[in-house]
C-alpha cells in the first residue's frame, strides 16, 4: 500500500540576497495529491522557491513543512529522503551515462544494501540490484523510454532528456514531485507529450505535484491550484480559472 502522501505547507518563507529580496513572505499549501503550479514572470522568484523547497538555498526566515517534518535546515539529501524529487530548470542528468544508470542513480537513496555489501556481491545486494533494475524498466515503459535504456543520454533530443530527467525523479519513488519548468524550450508536440505524462503520473501513481512554469497555457491545462509571484510577492493564490482572470496577474503578465 502507498504510504500516505502529506501536504506540503510553505509560511512566510523569505529569502535575502545582497541587496535583494527574492521571496518576500510567501505562503502556499500544496494539497496531497493535487498539481500545483508556481508561476510568474522571469525574475519572479520561482526557481528560489523550488531551490529553498529542495534545501538548495536555505530560507532566511519563514517555515516549510512537508506533513511533520519541518524542511527548512534539512540539506537536499535528507530531504529527498522525506520523499520530494525534483528535475532542474537546465537538465541536470550525466550525459555519457545511459538513460538506464541516470535512472540507476536516482534509485540512489533507496539502496539499502550499499556500496559494501555490493562490492563484496552478496546474494541480498544481487538482489536488491534486480529488484531496481525491474522498477526501472517499469518507469521507462511508463514514461515511453524503453527503447532508449542503453543509450546515452547526450546523444537524445532535448524533449526526451527532460523525459529521462523526469523518470530518474520517478525512480527515487517520490511522494512530492516538483518540476522547474518542465516544458521550457520544447517544441509543441514535446510539450504536449510532456503535460500527457504529467496527467499520467498523477493519475496513477497519486503523488503530489509541484510545478514552477512560465507557460500560462500548460499551468491552465494542468493545475488544480496556482500560486502566482511577481518581484517576489504571492500576489494572487487559488484555482486557475479565477487566478487567470485576476486583474494584478493580468499586469503582472502583461508588464504594465
Ligand atoms: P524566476 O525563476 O522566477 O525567473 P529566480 O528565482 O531565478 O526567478 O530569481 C529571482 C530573483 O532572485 C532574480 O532577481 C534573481 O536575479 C535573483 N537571484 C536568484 N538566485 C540568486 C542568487 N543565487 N544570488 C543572487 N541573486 C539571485
Ligand atoms: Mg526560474
Not at 526557481?47 to 506533513?67: E, I, K, P, Q
Not at 531496481?132 to 524503453?146: C, D, N, Q, S
Not at 485576476?246 to 503578465?253: F, G, L, Q
Amino acid at each position: 500500500p502507498a504510504e500516505a502522501i502529506p501536504p506540503l505547507e510553505v509560511r512566510d518563507v523569505t529569502v535575502r540576497f545582497a541587496g535583494l529580496t527574492a521571496l518576500d513572505s510567501v505562503s502556499f499549501t500544496v494539497a496531497p495529491g493535487s498539481v500545483h503550479a508556481v508561476i510568474g514572470p522571469n525574475g519572479a522568484g520561482k526557481s528560489t522557491c523550488f531551490n529553498v523547497l529542495s534545501g538548495v538555498y536555505r530560507a532566511t526566515s519563514g517555515s516549510v513543512r512537508f506533513g511533520a517534518a519541518e524542511l527548512t535546515a534539512l540539506p537536499p539529501h535528507r530531504i529527498a529522503a522525506l520523499g520530494m524529487a525534483r528535475t532542474f530548470q537546465n537538465i541536470a542528468l550525466s550525459p555519457h551515462l545511459s538513460v538506464r544508470d541516470n535512472m540507476m542513480l536516482g534509485r540512489h537513496r533507496l539502496t539499502r544494501a550499499g556500496f559494501l555489501s555490493a562490492g563484496l556481491r552478496l546474494p541480498s545486494a544481487r538482489r536488491e540490484a534486480a529488484r531496481h533494475g525491474e522498477r526501472v524498466a517499469e518507469i521507462a515503459a511508463f514514461v515511453g523510454l524503453t527503447g532508449q535504456l542503453a543509450t546515452p543520454v547526450g546523444l537524445l533530443p532535448y524533449g526526451v532528456q527532460k523525459r529521462v530527467e523526469l523518470a530518474r525523479a520517478l525512480c527515487m519513488e517520490p511522494k512530492l514531485l516538483m518540476l522547474d519548468e518542465p516544458v521550457a524550450g520544447m517544441n509543441g508536440g514535446e510539450r504536449r507529450e510532456m503535460a500527457e505524462l504529467i496527467i499520467a503520473v498523477r493519475e496513477s501513481l497519486g503523488i503530489s505535484i509541484l510545478l514552477v512554469e512560465h507557460d500560462m497555457g500548460m499551468v491552465m491545462r494542468l493545475a488544480d491550484a496556482v500560486t502566482v509571484l511577481d518581484f517576489g510577492k504571492r500576489i494572487a493564490d487559488g484555482p486557475p480559472e479565477r487566478v487567470q482572470n485576476d486583474p494584478e496577474v493580468i499586469r503582472a503578465y502583461l508588464g504594465a
